[in-house]
């Protein structure tokens, strides 16, 4: 019953995407709308500036301040060793800042 379920579902979404290919045709995007005014196309170096060096930059920006005003330290502690403030606070004494 499951496999009979399955075919169903797999033919449904089958005729669903087929039918919503076919409803939207590319030749009509050549058609202008009311009110369209196209500007100048890109070249190949501002859409590969826009596109790829521009997010590229953010990132590595953003990334490097990220790392720069990180303030957390970064703290190892070997397996069977005790950790500083453990020892601080067996022995007494407060952790030290």
């Given at each position: ?9 797999g033919a449904l979404a089958a005729g669903t ?44 920006v953003i990334a490097g301040l990220v790392m ?17 403030s453990d020892a601080g606070a067996k022995s ?6």
């Open positions: 019953m499951d496999k009979k379920n399955a075919l169903r579902a995407t087929l039918m919503m290919l076919l409803m939207s045709s590319p030749a009509l995007a050549l058609t202008r709308d009311d009110g369209d005014d196209p500007g100048p196309g890109l070249s190949v170096i501002q859409t590969l500036g826009l596109y790829v060096l521009i997010p590229l930059a953010l990132f590595v720069a005003l990180d303030r957390s330290k970064i703290r190892v502690i070997k397996p069977g060793a005790t950790s500083s007494g004494a407060g952790a030290k800042a």
